[in-house]
């Protein structure tokens, strides 16, 4: 089992910026590629990001390219999303998840374990 706890989320205007933060307990660390994923109301979940277990090749969704970045310290068990230059259609819980497997995925049924997500708002 890995326990994911997110942290970071609030209240920013557009174009501001936010940290998400992501922190694992439990199974080792490395051993996961980790993903955020976002969930806006009355919408399904989507992919926004993912780091491979060294953090070496990152992946991200084309709408977040340039604005969001994707990084984990393995020495902390944590993985982090800058958010820069956000938009009112940023606004979502935005999740943190963990996949056992070496190929790169956008699909959320893939991923092991995933955290209770935090909330992001953007206002216009």
């Known amino acids: 089992q890995v326990q994911l706890v997110e942290s970071g989320g609030g209240l920013v205007q557009a174009g501001g910026s936010l940290r998400l933060s992501c922190a694992a307990s439990?199974?080792?660390?490395?051993?996961?590629?980790m993903g955020w994923f976002r969930q806006a109301p009355g919408k399904e979940r989507e992919f926004v990001a993912r780091?491979?277990?060294?953090?070496?090749?990152?992946y991200y969704t084309d709408s977040v390219k340039g604005r969001f970045t994707i990084s984990r310290d393995n020495a902390r068990n944590t993985v982090y999303l800058q958010m820069n230059s956000l938009k009112p259609e940023d606004t979502a819980v935005y999740y943190c998840a963990a996949d056992r497997g070496q190929v790169i995925t956008t699909t959320a049924a893939r991923y092991d374990y995933w955290g209770q997500g935090t909330q992001v708002t953007v206002s216009s």
């Open positions: 439990g199974r080792t660390f490395t051993n996961y590629a």
């Open positions: 780091i491979s277990r060294s953090g070496g090749v990152t």
